[in-house]
Every structure is written in C-alpha cells, then in structure tokens.
C-alpha cells in the first residue's frame, strides 16, 4: 500500500498514512511514523517522530467534559516520539491546558488519556486502561489492565499499578510503590523498579512528584 498523498504530509518525511485514515489539516507531524487503517487524527495535534498508530486510534477530539464540547473548545494535543499506540486508543484535546504524552509510551488496546493529561515518558498503558482528565502521570509508571484512575490524579514514577486496580481522588500513588485493588491500597514497594534504577532516575521519580504535587494544586485553585 502506497502512503497517501496529502497538502500536509510529504514524501519526503517518510510518514505512512493508510488511505482509509484520515488526518486533519492542522495536524503537524514528524518523520517516520505510521498512520494505520481508519485513525482518525484531528486539531491541532503535533506529532514527533518514528510513531505508530495501529488502526482505528482517535487522537485530538474535543475534550470529554460537557462545558468545553458545547463550546467546541480544546487544546492541543502534543506527543513526542518513539511511541506505540495500539487499536481503539483514544486521546482526546485539552480543556484549560495542553494534553502532553511524551516519548517511549506504550498504550495497549482500548486505552484512554483524557483532556489536559501529562504523560511522562516509558509509561505502559495496558488495554482498557483509562486515565482521567487532568490527571499526572510520572516516568516508567506501569497501568495493568484494566486499571482506572480518576480525574485529578498523581501517580508517581514507578509505580506498578495492578490489574482492575481503581485508583480514587483519594489515593495517593508516590513513586516506585505498588498498588492493588478496589479502590486502590499500598502494596508494598516497586523492588523489580528500583533494584533497576540508578540512584539518578530515583531521584528524579521523587522530583517530578513534587513537581506534579504542586502543578496539581494550581490546577485545583483555577
């Protein structure tokens, strides 16, 4: 299959786009990537490089949330490079600020980052996980399947977040910690994480926590 000929997408940035996808004007997109069968990639999303989109994704609609969809208002969405986005993803466009997924993430089938969400870099969205709006996501953070985290959440880096885990506005997930259940509880540490970390990337969990803590205050005063 031929890529498709498209005003914003050239030849010479070498991006696939199956003729059944459909990839809006605004888009802005890098070198290398693959646009599957019937992706459907609107606003004014920016895309890096060497990414791929398996068929059916849906990335940069309005926002799920009443106010900003009446009034057809959203935000950018904007993902870095290197990632993997499995069928039936949805990422949906910011409210108030930016939707950001960053490099290196993996979001398995039917997997959901709702508006004005951070993703940090090499997260692993298992299928059927669904990620809040607002909510901020830390470095290496695993989501097992089925997993669930509300609105307004920080998970830190490194977390391990088990399989049909529900992670409440109540529950707080600071890095390399693991958490099972409904609604989620501490289980014990992330050792699989730390004992293959380096004492750098361990700092650094702990910085961008704190850094999201207080980026999540702000929001909740607006």
Not at 145 to 163: A, E, K, P
């Amino acid at each position: 299959m031929t890529p498709k000929d498209t005003n914003h997408v050239h030849d010479s940035n070498r991006n696939f786009i199956h003729e059944t996808a459909n990839v809006g004007k605004s888009v802005k997109l890098g070198r290398n990537n693959y646009i599957g069968a019937f992706c459907n990639i609107v606003g004014d999303t920016i895309i890096g490089d060497n990414n791929r989109f398996e068929a059916y994704c849906s990335i940069g609609t309005f926002p799920e949330h009443r106010t900003y969809y009446e009034k057809q208002v959203r935000t950018k969405v904007i993902i870095g490079s290197n990632n993997v986005f499995r069928e039936f993803v949805t990422i949906n466009a910011g409210t108030i600020q930016d939707t950001i997924l960053e490099d290196y993430i993996w979001m398995l089938r039917g997997s959901h980052v709702g508006h004005d969400a951070l993703i940090r870099s090499y997260c692993t969205l298992s299928c059927n996980v669904l990620i809040g709006g607002h909510s901020l996501l830390g470095r290496w953070v695993n989501m097992g399947l089925g997993s669930i985290c509300h609105q307004y959440s920080v998970i830190g880096s490194g977390s391990m977040i088990g399989m049909g885990c529900i992670i409440t506005k109540k529950t707080p997930i600071q890095p390399f910690e693991t958490h099972v259940g409904n609604p989620a509880k501490f289980l014990k540490p992330n050792e699989h994480k730390l004992e293959n970390s380096s004492v750098e990337d361990i700092s650094l969990g702990h910085n961008l926590y704190n850094e999201d803590l207080e980026a999540m205050k702000k929001i909740l005063q607006k």
